[in-house]
C-alpha cells in the first residue's frame, strides 16, 4: 500500500462519519472516499422542463478530486496495469486466538488486537517465504539490454492500512519478523494513535515490504486488494464470523475470518503463494505459536 494521506474526507450523505474501525485500527479507507472539497451541480437549482413539459432529471453531483487523490489513483492504476496479479483466497479457524486474545492482553500489559496477531503471522510467514517480500526490477545493464531481477527484501516491513481524520494513511511496522507479538501490539497502538492524531512522521510510513488490509471492523466478509506500487504481496482480512463447520461428523460454531492474498506473479509462482498462505493460516490457527 502506497503510504501517502488522504485530505479531510467529505461524507455527501450524512453529518456523521462511518463508525470508525474497532479492530486495531486497520481498515482500507472507508473514511477517505471523498476529499473535503465543494460539491458542484451543474446548471441552475430550478428544474428545467423539456420541450413536452416534463420535469427533465437533475444535473449530476460533481465532487471535484483533491491533488492526492489524484495521486493515489494514478498509483493504483499503474500498479494494476503494470502487475499481473492472481488472488488466492482461504478461510482460518481463529477460535483459539480470539478466546486467548482478553486474557493475554491482560498478560503482555499491552491491548493485544486481532490485527496485531495478523501482524505477527504474516511476518513469520513472509520470513519462511522470503520471494512475498521480493519486487520485480528491471536493471540497466551497460550494453543497455534490460535485465529483470527479483529483489528480495532484507527485512519483513508490514504496512497496515489505517484510517486517521485525513484519510487513509499506511503506517509501517519495521522488522515485524523480529519483534514479539507484544512489541508488535505495542508498536501498533503507537503508531495508530499518532495516525489517529495526525502525527506521523515520514520515517513511519517509509520502508514497507508487504502490505495488510483488514475490513472486518466494517463488518466485511472478504474483499480482494490491489497490491501496492512498492510490494508484491497484500494480506486482506474480513470480519471473524461465527460458523458453522463440519467436524467428525457433526456440525460445530467455530470462529472464521476469510483471508486473501493478491501477489506479482512476476515475482511469486501461484503454488509459492498457496504455500505460504497455507503457512500464515496454520500460524493463525496455532496461536500460542505467535505468542
Not at 187 to 200: D, F, G, Y
Request: aromatic share 4%; hydrophobic share 45%.
Amino acid at each position: 500500500m502506497q503510504a501517502v494521506v488522504r485530505e479531510a474526507p467529505l461524507d455527501i450523505t450524512s453529518k456523521t462519519s462511518p463508525r470508525p474501525a474497532d479492530s486495531g485500527g486497520a481498515g482500507g479507507g472507508a473514511d477517505s472516499i471523498a476529499a473535503a472539497a465543494p460539491i458542484r451541480r451543474s446548471g441552475g437549482s430550478s428544474p428545467q422542463r423539456s420541450a413536452a413539459g416534463q420535469p427533465e432529471a437533475p444535473a449530476a453531483t460533481r465532487v471535484p478530486l483533491s491533488r492526492i487523490q489524484r495521486l493515489i489513483g494514478t498509483r493504483m492504476l499503474a500498479s494494476k496495469h503494470g502487475k499481473p496479479c492472481f488472488y488466492l483466497a482461504t478461510r482460518a479457524d481463529v477460535t483459539e486466538l480470539m478466546n486467548m486474545r482478553h486474557g493475554l492482553s491482560k498478560t503482555l500489559g499491552v491491548k493485544v488486537t486481532s490485527n496485531a496477531f495478523f501482524v505477527r503471522a504474516l511476518a513469520l510467514a513472509a520470513a519462511r517465504y522470503p520471494l512475498t517480500v521480493g519486487r520485480f526490477v528491471e536493471l540497466e545493464p551497460p550494453d543497455s539490454q534490460p535485465t529483470a531481477v527479483i529483489q528480495i527484501a532484507d527485512h519483513v516491513n508490514v504496512g497496515f492500512a489505517v484510517n486517521s481524520p485525513q484519510g487513509l494513511v499506511v503506517p509501517v511496522i519495521p522488522q515485524a519478523e523480529t519483534r514479539t507479538l507484544a512489541e508488535i501490539a505495542a508498536q501498533e497502538k503507537v503508531l495508530t494513535n499518532k495516525a489517529r492524531s495526525n502525527q506521523l512522521t515520514l520515517a513511519d510510513l517509509e520502508g514497507e515490504t508487504i502490505a495488510l488490509s483488514n475490513l472486518g471492523a466494517y463488518d466485511i466478509d472478504s474483499f480482494l486488494g490491489i497490491v501496492p506500487p512498492p510490494v508484491s504481496t497484500i494480506l486482506t482480512a474480513g470480519k471473524v464470523a461465527a460458523t458453522a463447520v463440519p467436524w467428525n461428523g457433526h456440525v460445530i460454531v467455530r470462529k472464521m475470518v476469510s483471508l486473501s492474498l493478491a501477489v506479482d506473479q512476476r515475482v511469486i509462482p501461484p503454488e509459492y503463494a498457496a504455500r505460504f498462505l497455507q503457512c500464515l493460516t496454520e500460524e493463525l490457527e496455532d496461536p500460542e505459536r505467535l505468542v
